[in-house]
């Protein structure tokens, strides 16, 4: 199981567009997906689940990947998290 904490960068936080991105791009993979932020932690398949989470600029959060393709997994997610910089 590789983890990797990141920032949300996004300005507006992660609502319902960068959340379905989240998904769609973790759905691409095998391996088990998960986000947490506090104590909370949920798949990352799911964008009701990420939308759940609340999460907002500048929240700190862990992305975790557990399978035969975790390592693209978690770089895929994080850079597709750093994308959001520069959109809304």
């Known amino acids: 199981m590789l983890t990797q904490t990141i920032t949300v960068v996004n300005p507006t936080g992660i609502h ?29 398949k799911s964008v009701i ?17 557990n399978g035969a393709d975790e ?3 978690i770089q895929s997610l994080k850079d597709l998290f750093q994308s959001f910089a520069a959109h809304d």
């Open 16 to 44: 319902a567009r960068p959340a379905a991105l989240l998904v769609n791009q973790a759905k691409k993979f095998t391996s088990e997906i998960t986000i947490s932020k506090d104590d909370k932690t949920v798949s990352m």
């Open 49 to 65: 689940n990420i939308l759940g989470l609340g999460l907002e600029h500048n929240d700190s959060v862990t992305i975790a990947a």
């Open 71 to 73: 390592q693209e997994a």
